[in-house]
C-alpha cells in the first residue's frame, strides 16, 4: 500500500472550471508539500503547510491533521495550469526527513 | 531567491560509459538529494546528504554513487552506465524549515 495516495490520476478540466486534487497518506506527519511540475520541466514547490489553509493566487491548499488528508484547489482554472500536481510527506527518521511522494495528478485544462 | 541547477538538461551516453550529473545550489542549505523519476513510479530517492563528505543511500541507490565535496555541490556518478537508468534525474535542496527546492531536471539517455 503506498503511504501517499493521490486522486485521480488524471484530470481533464474546461477553462474556467473549478479543480479539487487530493492526498491522503498514512504516516505521521508535520507538514505536506504540493509540488507543480510541467510538461518537460523541473518542479516548483507550491506550498508546504502543517495546518488550516494557504492560499496564492488561484491555488489554495489545506490539510486536515486528523484525517490524514489535504486538498489542493485551483479556482478559474486556466490552460497554463495543466501540469502534473503532486503531493509530498516527510518520512522522519535517521540523520534527515527525506519526502514521500505521490505519483501525481495529471491536469489538462482545455481552452 | 533559491537556485538549484544541474548542468545539462538533457544527456545521452552510451551503455558502460561513466556519467557524471552536478548539481549546484546557493542558499548553503545542509541537505541535497538526488532523485530519479519515471512514468507510474513517481519520484524515488537514490541518495542524500546531510553535509559535506556526509551521504547516506535512498530507496534505489543500486548503480549510482555520490560526491559531496563541497557544501554547495552535490553529484551523482554513474560508474558504468546501464540502459535501465535512463530516467529524469532532478536534484533537490532543503531548508531547515524543510522546504524542498528542485532543480531543473537532467534527462539522461543510455543508448
Known amino acids: 500500500k503506498n503511504e501517499v495516495e493521490q486522486s485521480p490520476q488524471n484530470l481533464t478540466a474546461q477553462e474556467g472550471e473549478f479543480i479539487t486534487i487530493n492526498c491522503s497518506y498514512s504516516v505521521g506527519i508535520s507538514a505536506l508539500h504540493w509540488l507543480q511540475q510541467h510538461p518537460g520541466g523541473g518542479i516548483v514547490s507550491l506550498f508546504m503547510?502543517?495546518?488550516g489553509k494557504k492560499k496564492h493566487g488561484r491555488l489554495i491548499a489545506t490539510i486536515n491533521i486528523q484525517e490524514k488528508h489535504s486538498s489542493l484547489h485551483i479556482t478559474a482554472s486556466h490552460p497554463r495550469d495543466s501540469a502534473v500536481y503532486i503531493c509530498a510527506v516527510p518520512l522522519y527518521g535517521g540523520a534527515t526527513n527525506k519526502l514521500i511522494f505521490g505519483t501525481g495528478t495529471l491536469l489538462a485544462v482545455q481552452p | 531567491d533559491v537556485k538549484v541547477t544541474q548542468s545539462s538538461r538533457y544527456l545521452v551516453k552510451r551503455t558502460g560509459e561513466k556519467v557524471f550529473l552536478e548539481c549546484v545550489q546557493d542558499?548553503?542549505?545542509?541537505?541535497m538529494f538526488w532523485y530519479r523519476q519515471d512514468p507510474g513510479l513517481g519520484l524515488r530517492l537514490i541518495y542524500f546528504s546531510y553535509d559535506v563528505k556526509m551521504k547516506e543511500k535512498g530507496d534505489i541507490p543500486e548503480g549510482y554513487s555520490v560526491s559531496r565535496e563541497k557544501k554547495e555541490r552535490f553529484s551523482l556518478i554513474l560508474e558504468s552506465a546501464s540502459t535501465n537508468q535512463t530516467s529524469m534525474y532532478l536534484c533537490?535542496?532543503?531548508?531547515?524549515?524543510?522546504?524542498?527546492?528542485f532543480g531543473p531536471g537532467t534527462r539522461l539517455t543510455v543508448t
Open positions: 533537490a535542496s532543503r531548508s531547515r524549515v524543510y522546504e524542498q527546492y
Open positions: 542558499m548553503d542549505h545542509e541537505n
Open positions: 503547510l502543517s495546518s
